[in-house]
């Protein structure tokens, strides 16, 4: 299915960050939500919460605007379906990493998914990757470790050996769903990839998580304290789309490192943690990784690439 003009958009880099970035933010809080459950819900139940309420917002917003998601099948549903498994995969191990490391640990870890998925959209999607996506791919790198290694010193604790296995099998999930999220979004709607991916993904989870409820006995104002999880969701995927209509996965990829930003300031909002100069350097390192993509290729530059 070639891409449709109608969802696409001038490629515009700048802009394309600022979108990333405000989904970032979006979803720093849902990766937490383990942290913040502490316990009181499944890492399953937070995960199916979190589709299921995204479906039903979604839908709303459809029936409200007088979108026709489902009057007829997408021709990319089997797309949509593996977008979904990797989405529910990715959710689970990054809210399960979170729960049992530090937050800012958990993320950086997660971090890899940008090398992935630099590689994976040179490889599947055949963009052009150039020296500089790997240059800020690596000053991305080298900034989050400085961050997590920062953030280690401050807290006692070892890393959980399968917490970090979470994080990784998340990292991996996530870098295969942002390349398919790259071909859908040049053609089909916001509303309609929205709707196939939270449906499809609750729907994967229903049986298994009632399941849990019934048998855990959770109580029906434990499951409506975590309802928020849906709506934000909707929020920043709805931003991550219109990023990547405007961005190649391969250059967006690095610019995600500054989740670890966002999270270690989120940490510092909930729970009292403090940057270290080190972290702060750490931070210098993350942002210039996205200045190096985002100042533009002298034209004659552009003319020998193409």
Not at 170 to 180: G, R, S
Request: net charge positive.
């Amino acid at each position: 299915m070639p891409p449709n003009p109608i969802h696409q958009r001038r490629e515009n880099v700048l802009l394309a960050f600022a979108l990333a970035l405000a989904g970032m933010a979006a979803f720093t809080p849902i990766f937490a939500a383990g942290k913040i459950a502490d316990g009181l819900l499944p890492v399953a139940v937070l995960v199916w919460l979190r589709f299921l309420g995204g479906a039903a917002t979604i839908l709303g917003y459809g029936a409200v605007r007088g979108v026709p998601v489902f009057s007829r099948l997408s021709p990319l549903w089997k797309l949509h379906l593996l977008r979904a498994a990797c989405g529910v995969g990715g959710l689970a191990c990054a809210i399960y990493a979170a729960s049992v490391l530090l937050l800012a640990d958990a993320t950086a870890i997660g971090l890899t998914k940008g090398i992935i998925a630099i590689a994976l959209a040179g490889l599947i999607l055949k963009e052009l990757i150039t020296g500089r996506h790997w240059i800020a791919g690596c000053l991305c790198a080298m900034g989050a470790y400085l961050v997590v290694k920062a953030s280690s010193q401050t807290d006692v604790g070892v890393l959980a050996l399968d917490g970090v296995t979470a994080a990784l099998f998340a990292a991996t999930f996530m870098a295969c769903e942002a390349l398919i999220m790259r071909y859908i979004a040049q053609r089909e709607d916001t509303v309609t990839i929205l709707a196939y991916v939270n449906v499809f993904a609750s729907v994967l989870l229903m049986v298994p998580v009632v399941w849990i409820i019934s048998v855990q006995d959770i109580s029906w104002s434990s499951l409506l304290a975590f309802a928020w999880l849906g709506p934000l969701a909707i929020i920043g995927q709805s931003l991550n789309i219109s990023a990547y209509r405007r961005a190649g996965a391969a250059t967006l990829a690095p610019i995600y490192y500054g989740s670890v930003v966002l999270s270690a300031v989120f940490a510092y909002a909930v729970w009292g943690e403090i940057p270290s100069p080190v972290a702060a350097l750490g931070t210098c390192l993350i942002v210039l990784g996205g200045v190096v993509l985002s100042v533009p290729y002298p034209e004659k530059k552009r003319r020998r690439m193409a």
